[in-house]
């Protein structure tokens, strides 16, 4: 089939990434210029929600407050709980004693534990406003040497704040129990605008190049194609809108946020570009086939669903014909331009040993559990977290020596700091789903095609089903699982 033949969905006039305004060589390429109908689709499915939100929120917000009005307490189980059980699980990395030189060195000697660390000192990027207060912080966590290092449960050892050169522990009471405060700060902050986000911005590019270099005959933009609706006109808002949280506009009912817009785009950077200081916690963005570990069962359940799609699109990558492979070649090219260790024509289309295309196929797979699975795991089970026990906003400077004195917790957040956090979580936090993952028609002209769709589906609930039996947490039901990024 000739070129002129071919049918794009925008006539090849793009829309295509380009260096981000923001940060050029910090974040990750952005797609600017929206074809208006993916605007229009956005204000009539998506944007709606929003503004009706806005206005009508802040009753329940209000009332919310009034019947509590203060912070939750948060005790060392529930801490722990927090790691071990939702997605700031994200954030633990292994530690070997004989390569880490750092606070906590004293405590990894006893060879019964592993020891993983969670590491906050992104928050040094922030500058916080007058009355408001943040702090840098690393955690240390450990788990029986041996046992299963996702399955196991993590128990906090330590909490380092950099500031103040402070080594805590649970016997410094008051003092421990206030920096545990300032961690789940870290955390909100870590996922919400630096870990959280390389699912969002970094696939912008793959987005645009998809729907301007494949034909819409072609197989994989037919595979692709519901997963990225939406998804452009999304992350475009929240990186450019003044309305956005990340400008965090003290006039608006859900500026929550800490600080200035500057701070928070150095975490976008953070999460991009990594911390030369700490690659171990802050490596910089990378593509990979497969998901990055998360030590917890956060990571089997996400894995089972990464499996689950990776066998769906090995099959339809097996029916690709050949002219279809060569336009693969060309669109590989130019996303790899713009995102680091994506494959190239080559890496693209090499056939592994067992005559499959593995790189090809775990490139699709990559894409659409992104897009859907674990972006949308991230915001359900966050949204499931009582914003009384992360704070955004902390009014008590943190600890600075072991035996700081108490403190009452309804000081450390107003009411107004707790209101415009409920409407922030409303806005823009909550799950709700314009399209699900589960029943997604990708509208293939073929009967095996059509026929893979059929067992795809019925693969992604006996995944679900499987995981109940393993005793395996459900971080999001599959019927709530969205098909692209739509909040």
């Known amino acids: 089939m000739s070129t002129a033949t071919k049918t794009y969905l925008y006539d090849r006039k793009g829309p295509w990434p380009q260096p981000s305004p923001n940060h050029p060589l910090g974040e990750a390429p952005a797609v600017l210029h929206l074809p208006p109908v993916e605007i229009s689709q956005w204000k009539a499915n998506i944007g709606s929600r929003y503004t009706r939100t806005v206005f009508t929120y802040w009753p329940t917000a209000g009332l919310s407050v009034l019947r509590e009005p203060s912070i939750e307490e948060v005790p060392d189980a529930e801490f722990d709980r927090l790691f071990n059980h939702t997605p700031f699980g994200r954030f633990m990395r292994p530690v070997v004693a004989a390569d880490y030189q750092g606070p906590f060195q004293a405590l990894l000697a006893d060879p019964a534990y592993a020891y993983l660390l969670a590491d906050f000192s ?19 966590l450990r788990y029986p040497a041996g046992a299963d290092d996702q399955r196991s449960h993590k128990e906090t050892v330590a909490i380092y704040l950099p500031f103040s050169n402070l080594l805590l522990n649970p016997s410094n009471g008051a003092a421990w129990d206030l920096a545990k405060y300032y961690v789940l700060q870290g955390a909100n902050y870590r996922l919400v605008l630096s870990v959280h986000s390389v699912l969002h911005f970094p696939f912008d590019c793959i987005n645009a190049i998809t729907k301007t270099q494949l034909p819409m005959q072609h197989t994989v933009w037919q595979l692709l194609m519901p997963h990225l609706a939406f998804t452009l006109v999304v992350n475009n808002a929240v990186l450019e809108s003044d309305s956005s949280p990340i400008f965090n506009n003290q ?28 690659p171990a916690s802050y490596p910089p963005f990378r593509y990979t086939l497969r998901p990055d570990k998360v030590y917890t069962d956060y990571g089997l359940f996400l894995d089972a669903y990464y499996d689950t799609i990776y066998d769906f699109t090995a099959g339809v990558v097996a029916a690709l014909p050949p002219h279809e492979l ?66 955004m906003r902390l009014r008590v400077a943190p600890p600075s020596t072991p035996d700081a004195p108490s403190f ?32 997604t028609d990708y509208q293939f002209g073929h009967d095996h095609l059509r026929g ?31 098909r692209s990024i739509q909040y």
Not at 122 to 140: K, S
Not at 417 to 432: C, E, G, N, P, T
Not at 460 to 482: G, S
Request: aromatic share 10%; with cysteine.
């Open 122 to 140: 992104l928050m040094r990027n922030v500058e916080p406003f007058e009355g408001l207060y943040i702090a840098p912080t690393q955690v240390l």
């Open 251 to 278: 006039w608006l009912p859900y500026s929550a946020m800490t600080g200035r817009k500057e701070g928070f785009e150095e975490l976008l950077v953070a999460a991009y570009e990594g911390l030369p200081d700490l």
């Open 326 to 391: 060569r336009e693969i070649g060309q669109w590989a090219r130019q996303i790899s331009f713009w995102l680091p260790d994506f494959p190239d024509e080559q890496k693209i289309l090499e056939v592994a040993p067992s005559g499959q295309r593995e790189v090809l196929a775990g490139t699709l797979a990559k894409i659409i559990w992104d897009l859907s699975v674990s972006h949308g795991a991230d915001h359900y089970n966050y949204s499931l977290i009582p914003v009384r026990k992360i704070p």
């Open 408 to 439: 009452q917790r309804a000081d450390l957040s107003t009411r107004l700091d707790i209101f415009k956090h409920l409407y922030l979580r409303q806005m823009f936090f909550r799950a709700v789903n314009v399209s699900l993952l589960c029943d």
């Open 452 to 482: 893979l769709q059929t067992k795809f589906h019925q693969q992604l609930r006996d995944t679900e089903a499987r995981l109940r039996a393993q005793n395996v947490q459900l971080y999001i039901p599959l019927a709530e699982i969205p």
